[in-house]
């Protein structure tokens, strides 16, 4: 397949805790996205990493990546009422779509 | 820049007729994509071009389902006759492919119901 499968497919969690969520693929890859889409918008690109990067930061996010296992995270710490949202990830190789995982963050 | 656009933002329909949506990407980018979102299948890509060419229609469902761009700023998908199946919301997404596959930028989204 070419499409990122996440897991899990929902995830609830109180404001402030952290949020993890996977991603698992199944052929090799140059670089693996991630995606955040709100009720009713379209997807909102979050991060990519590439395949020769083991983790990667960008504000209360971090992704890893462990090619060897085929698997991403995606984590967001201390997480708000606003990171409420379904995450998506995709490879490079046809940019499609799993299920996503539902977050949703309780005030 | 405006971002991808499409239009119309909602639209409804009767069993039968025909439906064109329609979607400007951003400006530059040489890659665009159409996906179908629903609750039971979720997001799945239509088709996509890359240089106004399509590359890769294998998620068009059937030939009902048409896709156009006929130049590098406006591209259409067209339904014809439209199902009640065929309710979903629609997105375009538009990238600057390089060797790979980098960042989709995507619209805001056809909601398309077929009474």
């Known amino acids: 397949s070419q499409q990122g499968e996440e897991d899990p497919q929902a995830l609830s969690i109180q404001e402030g805790e952290n949020a993890t969520m996977n991603c698992s693929y199944k052929?090799?890859?140059?670089?693996l996205q991630w995606y955040r889409q709100n009720s009713g918008r379209g997807l909102v690109h979050l991060i990519l990493?590439?395949?020769?990067?083991r983790e990667k930061h960008s504000g209360r996010l971090r992704v890893t990546l462990d090619t060897s296992k085929k698997s991403s995270s995606l984590l967001i710490t201390a997480s708000r009422a606003a990171d409420t949202a379904s995450y998506f990830c995709a490879t490079d190789l046809g940019m499609r779509f799993g299920a996503g995982t539902r977050l949703t963050v309780k005030p | 820049d405006a971002g991808v656009i499409q239009s119309p933002r909602h639209e409804v329909t009767e069993m039968g007729q025909e439906v064109t949506l329609r979607c400007k990407p951003i400006s530059g980018h040489n890659s665009l994509f159409w996906y179908r979102q629903t609750m039971m299948r979720g997001l799945e890509l239509l088709i996509y071009f890359n240089n106004n060419v399509p590359i890769d229609d294998s998620g068009m469902p059937e030939d009902r389902f048409s896709a156009k761009m006929p130049n590098a700023s406006f591209s259409t998908l067209k339904i014809q006759p439209s199902e009640p199946r065929d309710s979903a919301v629609y997105f375009c997404a538009s990238s600057a492919q390089g060797r790979r596959w980098t960042e989709q930028f995507f619209g805001p989204g056809t909601r398309l119901t077929v009474l």
């Open positions: 052929t090799s890859i140059n670089n």
């Open positions: 990493i590439r395949s020769n990067e």
